[in-house]
């Protein structure tokens, strides 16, 4: 078992930065590739991005690509999402997740289905 905590929501204007944490606890982290994905409200739960088990591969949603960076501290066992230029419509409820190597090598690393753990989200809400 993977347990993940997601930290660092809030309430921000449209412009500005913040920072998400996602700290691992359980199973070896570096074992894990990780996941970013965020639900709207009345909307489905969408990939923002994912990095490899040591950070050396990520990608990226067109929406977020160039505005969002995702890093990784295996020392730390904790995954990282920066989030510049906010815009009103990142409003959502962040996730991260953990998959395998396998699943991120394979290219279904936007597959929320190919996850085997998620966090309990946190609330970014961006206003105008």
């Known amino acids: 078992q993977v347990q993940l905590v997601e930290s660092g929501g809030g309430l921000v204007q449209a412009g500005g930065s913040l920072r998400l944490s996602c700290a691992a606890s359980g199973r070896t982290f570096n074992n894990y590739a990780m996941g970013w994905f965020r639900q709207a409200p009345g909307k489905e739960r969408e990939f923002v991005g994912a990095?490899?088990?040591?950070?050396?591969?990520?990608y990226y949603a067109d929406s977020v690509k160039g505005r969002f960076t995702i890093s990784r501290d295996n020392a730390k066992s904790t995954v990282y999402l920066q989030m510049n230029s906010l815009k009103p419509e990142d409003t959502a409820v962040y996730y991260c997740?953990?998959?395998?190597?396998?699943?991120?090598?394979?290219?279904?690393?936007?597959?929320?289905?190919?996850?085997?753990?998620w966090g309990q989200g946190t609330q970014v809400t961006v206003s105008s």
């Open positions: 997740a953990a998959t395998t190597a396998e699943t991120f090598y394979s290219g279904n690393y936007n597959r929320g289905g190919e996850y085997d753990y």
């Open positions: 990095i490899s088990w040591n950070g050396r591969s990520t």
